[in-house]
C-alpha cells in the first residue's frame, strides 16, 4: 500500500465548512495517478501509447469530515487485477486529527483511443505483468 497526501484547500470546502463529498473523488484520482507513477506504468505514458483506462465504478464512503488546512493521508492501493477490471482502493486518514475520514474503490477497465475495450495481456503485456504483481489483499 502505498500513501499520498494532499493538504485541504479552502476551495474545497461548503458553506458548512467542511470538505465537499465530491472532492474525495478527485483526490482518489491523485493518489491513483501517483501510485501508477511510482509503479512505472504513468497516466501520460500508457495514454502515449493509446492505452485508456476510464472508470467504471466509484464507491465512496464517508466516515468523519475533513476542514479547511487538514493534512489527508490517502492508502492507496491495488485490491484486484485478473486482466481485465482494474479495483483500486482507498483510505483516507485526517493526519490533523488522527481520524479515519472516507474509504472507497475505484473499479476501472482498459480501453485503446476508440473505446473498444482490450485484453492487456495481449497487447501491453508489461502493464499487465506490473498490475499482476502489485495486487495487495486490501
Known amino acids: 500500500m ?3 497526501c494532499h493538504k485541504v484547500h479552502y476551495y474545497e470546502t461548503d458553506k458548512m465548512g467542511i470538505v465537499h463529498h465530491s472532492n474525495y473523488i478527485r483526490w482518489m484520482e491523485e493518489a491513483r495517478v501517483e501510485l501508477l507513477d ?3 506504468i504513468s497516466f501520460a505514458s500508457m495514454e502515449a501509447r493509446g492505452l485508456l483506462s476510464p472508470v467504471v465504478g466509484i464507491e465512496c464512503r464517508y466516515l468523519r469530515p475533513c476542514r479547511f488546512d487538514d493534512v ?4 492507496v492501493a491495488i485490491s484486484e487485477f485478473r486482466g ?3 479495483v ?5 486518514i485526517n493526519t490533523t486529527t488522527g481520524e479515519l475520514a472516507c474509504t472507497g474503490a475505484s473499479q476501472h477497465c482498459f480501453t485503446d483511443q476508440t473505446g473498444k475495450p482490450i485484453i492487456l495481456r495481449k497487447q501491453y503485456p508489461d502493464v499487465d505483468a ?4 502489485s ?3 486490501a
Not at 72 to 75: F, H, M
Not at 88 to 92: A, G, I, L, Q
Open 130 to 133: 506490473v498490475l499482476r504483481t
Open 38 to 40: 511510482r509503479l512505472g
Open 88 to 92: 483500486v482502493s482507498y483510505e483516507m
Open 135 to 137: 495486487v495487495q489483499n
Open 72 to 75: 489527508v493521508q490517502i492508502n
Open 84 to 86: 481485465v477490471r482494474l
Open 2 to 4: 502505498e500513501s499520498y
